[in-house]
């Protein structure tokens, strides 16, 4: 895979929900200093691990997805393994950090 879905109410279930494997949602905003500091470590981590689904979830368009995961600040990641929420951060973190997010 490797390539980074934006996910929205409409396709969540399909895309998160009922994935095969872990799924990595990004929640941010376009005006958020550290979500702009953390995108490009997402991506990164997209393109290194072909198997792991990468969704971007914009707050500002997907209120009811922010407020069903209670995410109050951001940049927030929430890890899902089959369609359960396995591990979450909130706030900037680093490379190596988010790879063991997702361990």
Not at 11 to 23: I, R, S, T, Y
Not at 25 to 37: I, K
Not at 39 to 56: F, H, Y
Not at 94 to 100: D, P, Y
């Amino acid at each position: 895979m490797g390539k980074i879905k934006t996910i929205t109410v409409d396709n969540f279930d399909k895309e998160v929900l009922q994935a095969d494997g872990k799924v990595l949602l990004d929640f941010w905003a376009s005006w958020c200093g550290p979500c702009r500091m953390l995108s490009p470590v997402i991506d990164e981590i997209a393109s290194e691990n072909p198997d792991l689904i990468v969704g971007k979830v914009n707050v500002d368009e997907q209120g009811a997805l922010s407020r069903k995961f209670k995410v109050m600040s951001i940049p927030t990641l929430i890890v899902f393994d089959k369609g359960e929420v396995v591990n979450k951060n909130v706030g900037f973190i680093n490379k190596l950090q988010v790879e063991a997010l997702l361990k």
